[in-house]
């Protein structure tokens, strides 16, 4: 099957639908606030299909809705999102060589020390993950990681916009989604699988909890910690 007809297929399942009401939602699925476990739970047949993000709007083009179709989505914490997704491009692309040092991409992100690491996100982006040269993505990744990539280096927010009164659950309080889950989707929660969660340090030279870092997440998902109320 070709990437098109993945992405359609995944575009489609990316519309739930309530099995006690006649209600349907636009699930947005940003980058790690636990997606792939959840998309296991709520969209089985689609577990061996790519896992991609795609934007409130874009869900609703490609399904030919209109607007009026409710958003769904869960937020997190920038600063754990962005330790998370950091850890995600060392482990979860290739176990062996680390993405960052692929000797195929042209911006190789720095890792000696924690302030090389910032100043390359500075040099490179703007405020809210605005790319300053549009190929930056590419520059950083190949076609066969540009999804990821272009997804996680994205705003929480940029993937809500369009959307009037979208219902936000916190990752930091999955309960209440699995609560809303079961009174308004009819799905049984107790089978929701933890998967994904990489537990081994991060293995660079990088303070990922220092100042450095802390004030150059708020550079980069600034209007996040505005919208979805972070401090």
């Given at each position: 099957?070709?990437?098109?007809?993945?992405?359609?297929?995944?575009?489609?399942?990316?519309?739930?639908?309530?099995?006690?009401?006649?209600?349907?939602?636009?699930?947005?699925?940003?980058?790690?606030?636990?997606?792939?476990a959840?998309?296991?739970?709520?969209?089985?047949?689609?577990?061996?299909?790519?896992?991609?993000?795609?934007?409130?709007?874009?869900i609703?083009?490609?399904?030919?809705?209109?607007?009026?179709i409710?958003?769904?989505?869960?937020?997190?914490?920038?600063?754990?999102?962005?330790i998370?997704?950091?850890?995600?491009?060392?482990?979860?692309l290739?176990?062996?060589?680390?993405?960052?040092?692929?000797?195929?991409?042209?911006?190789?992100i720095?890792?000696?020390?924690?302030?090389?690491?910032?100043?390359?996100?500075?040099?490179?982006?703007?405020?809210?993950?605005?790319?300053?040269?549009?190929?930056?993505?590419?520059k950083?990744?190949?076609?066969?990681?540009?999804?990821?990539?272009?997804?996680?280096?994205?705003?929480?927010?940029s993937?809500?916009?369009?959307a009037?009164?979208?219902?936000?659950?916190?990752?930091e309080n999955?309960?209440?989604?699995?609560t809303?889950?079961?009174?308004?989707?009819?799905?049984?929660?107790?089978?929701?699988e933890?998967?994904?969660?990489?537990?081994?340090?991060?293995?660079?030279n990088?303070?990922?909890?220092?100042?450095?870092?802390r004030?150059?997440?708020?550079?980069?998902?600034?209007?996040?910690?505005?919208?979805?109320?972070?401090?």
């Amino acid at each position: 099957m070709c990437l098109n007809s993945y992405a359609l297929m995944n575009f489609n399942n990316m519309i739930l639908k309530s099995n006690i009401h006649n209600n349907q939602y636009a699930w947005v699925r940003i980058p790690k606030t636990a997606t792939r476990a959840y998309a296991k739970l709520l969209l089985p047949e689609q577990d061996r299909l790519p896992h991609t993000h795609s934007s409130y709007s874009k869900i609703i083009e490609n399904n030919n809705l209109d607007y009026t179709i409710p958003c769904l989505t869960v937020s997190r914490n920038p600063h754990s999102r962005f330790i998370s997704m950091m850890k995600h491009f060392c482990f979860r692309l290739d176990l062996e060589t680390p993405l960052f040092q692929y000797k195929k991409y042209s911006l190789a992100i720095p890792l000696e020390n924690t302030t090389d690491f910032c100043n390359f996100f500075y040099t490179h982006y703007e405020k809210n993950c605005i790319p300053k040269d549009r190929l930056t993505h590419l520059k950083i990744a190949h076609y066969g990681v540009f999804n990821l990539y272009s997804a996680f280096l994205k705003t929480q927010t940029s993937f809500i916009q369009g959307a009037e009164n979208p219902i936000i659950f916190n990752y930091e309080n999955l309960g209440e989604f699995n609560t809303w889950l079961e009174t308004e989707i009819g799905t049984d929660t107790s089978q929701l699988e933890h998967i994904g969660k990489i537990e081994t340090p991060f293995p660079f030279n990088i303070d990922l909890q220092s100042d450095e870092v802390r004030t150059l997440v708020k550079y980069l998902f600034e209007e996040d910690y505005v919208r979805f109320n972070y401090v």
